[in-house]
């Protein structure tokens, strides 16, 4: 008894903990765009959408109507179906695995880093996770009772499932397959009580469907062929590594056990286990082999998740047959790794550590510089006449733009990136797709960042068919040395589209010295620039925020193997080389860039890059 009265309050410990930290970080980390797109479709209420089911916009509208247009009001929802999950495993394993095991298996759930993490971003996994853990509680406990209760229990987590993403699919896909092929749950199938329940369920897909058929099926077009490439790639072997290092190696271990035991090595006891133990047997298995021939580009780490709730009841029971020093390290090491991922999210939120990442592949730049942005936007807008309109690059600077100004309705041009993520068809619904030019002087605002490099000239190249020769840039805005990089545009009303030119924002590289190189105080700065149209008349080197050098513009460097067709008069004389002359006084690290000046009075900053600048001036 007295195990089990520690066991229980070590899980309520750590679940306090952890929900105190994590609404600590809810409330400082900066908005997802994900986040900011569903706060917006929560702003156009509907019971479907192109991307999703109605759920997530629906939280995301309950949580800002509650609490204003704030990131903690928008993620309170969330974060209080976040608190409910653990709950939930540890009442499936007390009674279905001991007490002692239920109440561990609780606090696993707390500490295990995908499960723990839910609820600080308002992002439809959330809900998902919620109904699967339902569906999963309801189902061992009609294996041994169908109770109206517990039949209501599953009606109501299939329709929150269905409500919340299309991915629920494959709960109802691995949980029917599962009762097929236990004795007992071949007889579930067979109740009326339980076909009224999966009735009820299968009706909340009824929205859904309705959405595809009035708009060509463009959401399961998108998440079922247009995502993914459906060839085989070698992207699935990343699965193993990536999910053993996000569960923790050791708890990874644990719940491989548990499946194998219970579920494949030999029947146990109670059909409960068997049941628990298929079912994320086949998820986890189902996304391995998935993971070889399904979209590798974007995030898929979090899909296990309801295979690890199905598991960690198993799990800790299986914990408790390790020797004592390999239990002491599981629970560590999994308790540090809810603890890394929290501090990542503080990282993010923490301008100064945030911005030493600049310039690394890890640089959070789905977090950052939305509030710089919004500022520029506001004094740009003040400055250009009443009634001008905001036009926004791609669906991120709309949404994101959207919660810091308020307004749900900015224009957003066509974009490969809002056909990326499934967003074209909804913002084209809305009646948000900027199709010609703007009616009213108008405000753009670019996002470089948002296309690969080899892709932007051909992106600047659309933008001129569309909206003609782009002016000059009123203001560039760089955020973490231009990690994050924006240009303002004033465009005029009903501005003619010519037949021929382009006029569009520049673009260069430094060849030297490279990102993160270490030079004397006196080096050379190497690189090229061009801009479409017009062509460059000169280029600054940046030394932090101060210029440094003067560069020779002009020197023979062909880039049309990498831009074919730039019309840039000094093509291919693009090529520029600079000398810089510092003190010793000035070693450090530093952020080296470029201050490009168009023929056509453009100014544009480029993007920092780090240097560390020795103190030895040997070469002098």
């Known amino acids: 008894m007295e195990a089990e009265h520690r066991a229980q309050r070590t899980f309520i410990a750590w679940w306090t903990l952890a929900c105190v930290l994590k609404l600590v970080v809810a409330a400082r980390l900066p908005l997802f765009v ?18 999703l089911p109605g759920m997530t916009a629906w939280l995301a509208r309950l949580g800002t109507s509650l609490g204003g247009d704030h990131v903690l009001a928008l993620r309170m929802p969330f974060l209080l179906m976040g608190a409910l999950l653990p709950w939930w495993v ?5 009674r279905w695995f001991g007490a002692i095991a239920g109440w561990r298996a609780g606090t696993l759930a707390v500490l295990l880093p995908l499960l723990g993490m839910l609820g600080v971003l308002a992002l439809p996994d959330v809900p998902l996770a919620l109904a699967t853990v339902l569906c999963l509680h309801a189902g061992v406990r009609m294996l041994e009772d169908v109770t109206p209760l517990a039949a209501m229990e599953l009606a109501f987590g299939l329709a929150l499932g269905a409500l919340s993403h299309y991915r629920f699919a494959g709960v109802w896909i691995a949980g029917t397959v599962v009762l097929l092929l236990l004795p007992q749950g071949r007889r579930l199938l067979r109740d009326p009580r339980v076909l009224l329940a999966g009735a009820f369920g299968l009706l909340a897909w009824l929205p859904l469907l309705l959405w595809n058929l009035e708009n060509g099926e463009a959401g399961l077009r998108f998440q079922l062929v ?4 459906w060839a085989l790639h070698g992207g699935g072997w990343s699965f193993i590594p990536v999910q053993a290092l996000l569960v923790t190696p050791l708890l990874a271990v644990a719940l491989l056990q548990a499946a194998w035991v219970t579920g494949w090595k030999r029947r146990p006891a109670r059909p409960q286990w068997r ?15 998935l993971g070889f021939v399904a979209d590798a580009e974007r995030v898929s780490f979090h899909w296990p998740v309801p295979a690890y709730l199905a598991l960690l009841p198993a799990a800790a029971r299986v914990l408790e047959t390790w020797p004592v020093q390999w239990r002491r390290a599981t629970w560590t090491v999994t308790g540090l790794g809810l603890l890394l991922a929290l501090g990542w999210c503080l990282a993010v939120s923490t301008p100064a550590l945030r911005e030493a990442s600049a310039g690394s592949k890890h640089y959070p730049r789905n977090f950052a510089g ?3 942005l919004a500022k520029a936007v506001r004094e740009e807008l003040e400055a250009m006449p009443p009634g001008t309109q905001l036009l926004a690059d791609d669906f991120k600077v709309g949404a994101e733009l959207g ?9 957003v041009l066509d974009h490969p990136l809002n056909h990326a993520h499934g967003r074209a068809p909804q913002l084209r619904k809305w009646d948000l797709l900027a199709e010609g030019l703007p009616q009213a002087p108008a405000l753009l605002v670019l996002a470089p960042g948002d296309v690969s490099f080899r892709d932007l000239l051909r992106r600047y190249q659309a933008l001129c068919e569309r909206l003609g020769p782009l002016p000059p840039a009123s203001r560039t805005v760089l955020v973490d040395h231009g990690a994050t990089r924006f240009l303002l545009v004033r465009l005029p009303a009903n501005a003619p589209v010519p037949a021929a030119g382009c006029v569009a924002p520049a673009l260069a590289w430094i060849d030297a010295p490279e990102p993160g190189a270490r030079v004397s105080p006196r080096f050379e700065v190497g690189g090229w620039a061009f801009k479409e149209g017009v062509g460059l008349a000169r280029v600054e080197v940046l030394l932090d925020e101060a210029v440094v050098a003067e560069a020779q513009y002009g020197q023979p460097f062909d880039v049309s193997g990498h831009f074919p067709g730039s019309t840039d008069p000094n093509q291919p004389r693009v090529g520029f080389r600079a000398q810089v002359d510092l003190p010793a006084s000035q070693a450090g690290t530093r952020w080296l860039g470029l201050r490009l000046h168009g023929t056509d009075g453009s100014v544009e900053e480029w993007p920092r890059q780090q240097v560390r600048i020795t103190a030895d001036d040997a070469d002098r």
């Open 34 to 51: 994900d986040e900011a797109f569903y706060w917006q479709e929560g702003r156009h209420l509907a019971a479907a959408y192109s991307d």
């Open 90 to 94: 540890a009442r499936i394993g007390r």
């Open 226 to 229: 247009d995502r993914h490439p």
């Open 275 to 289: 049941f628990l133990a298929l079912f994320g047997s086949i998820i986890v298995g189902g996304l391995f082999v």
């Open 370 to 372: 939305w509030e710089p």
């Open 403 to 411: 919660f810091a100004l308020g307004d749900p309705d900015i224009a």
